[in-house]
């Protein structure tokens, strides 16, 4: 990760350090290099992921003159989430509005990320009115957007999006430095997303019995107490528990192995 850092600094960097004239594209460039090389660092350095992401975005959207930046993340049922937003005054909130976008579209639009395709809509009026990311974006009165995948092992898992409330014709140079920062963020996530299920496999390796599957007797105390302080009064429970007699006899005549199936 950290060589991958050096590299993609030396890369943005390249060009930054010419004296920059007044032309557009350069000053393009000179924000490219500065937000890419922010967010290495930024993320890189940071104990505080809710901090960092919001300082980022800001960030973001300030240099590139944008309305908002979401970012979501796919929950358990295939619902994008939002995780993180800034917004200007100009730009509404977007909490909720993935909702409308039927499941069949969503799984659709998730497909089209898992191709590592990015969504790029200059004026969302020339979308047709019946689709869900009209529905969607016409809500929150963004017009432009540009929204890139997080990928991780294959899996799309998010997104980020960035919008405008005003039609905009999204320039090459602001389309690769967004996909770069958008792949930047998607590989911090990413990392804090396997880390997180290693956390959870232990936490169920130490919970539960490898053989049965079911709760080891530390956490099946824990979980019936639990039961018990929430438990209204009045409310009955009972502990069904059964054993096999002479159970050595199977383990010593077919096997430990056979014994545990």
């Not at 890369?11 to 000053?27: A, C």
């Not at 809509?121 to 047709?128: A, C, R």
């Not at 905009?168 to 930047?184: A, D, F, G, N, V």
Request: hydrophobic share 35%; with cysteine.
């Amino acid at each position: 990760y950290a060589i991958c850092t050096e590299v993609i600094k030396k890369k943005f960097m390249e060009g930054s350090e010419q004296v920059l004239s007044e032309e557009p594209k350069d000053e393009e460039r000179h924000i490219s290099a500065e937000i890419t090389e922010f967010a290495l660092e930024l993320l890189e350095g940071s104990k505080d992921l809710k901090s960092a992401m919001n300082m980022l975005l800001m960030r973001i959207g300030k240099r590139f003159r944008l309305s908002a930046v979401s970012v979501r993340e796919y929950s358990s049922k295939d619902i994008p989430e939002l995780s993180y937003l800034w917004s200007n005054m100009e730009a509404p909130d977007t909490e909720g509005t993935a909702s409308y976008i039927s499941l069949e579209e969503r799984r659709r639009i998730r497909e089209d990320f898992r191709k590592n395709q990015i969504l790029e809509i200059s004026d969302i009026e020339t979308l047709p009115k019946q689709s869900g990311l009209y529905g969607v974006y016409s809500t929150i009165n963004a017009k432009a957007i540009y929204q890139c995948p997080f990928v991780s092992e294959g899996q799309v898992f998010g997104y980020i999006a960035y919008l405008d409330v005003k039609p905009r014709e999204w320039t090459e140079t602001e389309k690769q430095s967004l996909s770069l920062i958008s792949r930047i963020i998607s590989n911090y996530l990413g990392r804090e997303l396997a880390y997180e299920k290693i956390a959870r496999k232990i936490e169920l390796m130490k919970s539960m019995d490898e053989v049965t599957g079911l709760l080891k007797y530390d956490k099946f105390k824990e979980v019936a107490q639990n039961l018990l302080n929430q438990s209204s009064p009045g409310m009955q429970y009972a502990i069904v528990s059964t054993d096999f007699a002479n159970f050595k006899y199977f383990n010593e005549v077919y096997g430990f192995r056979n014994g545990d199936e």
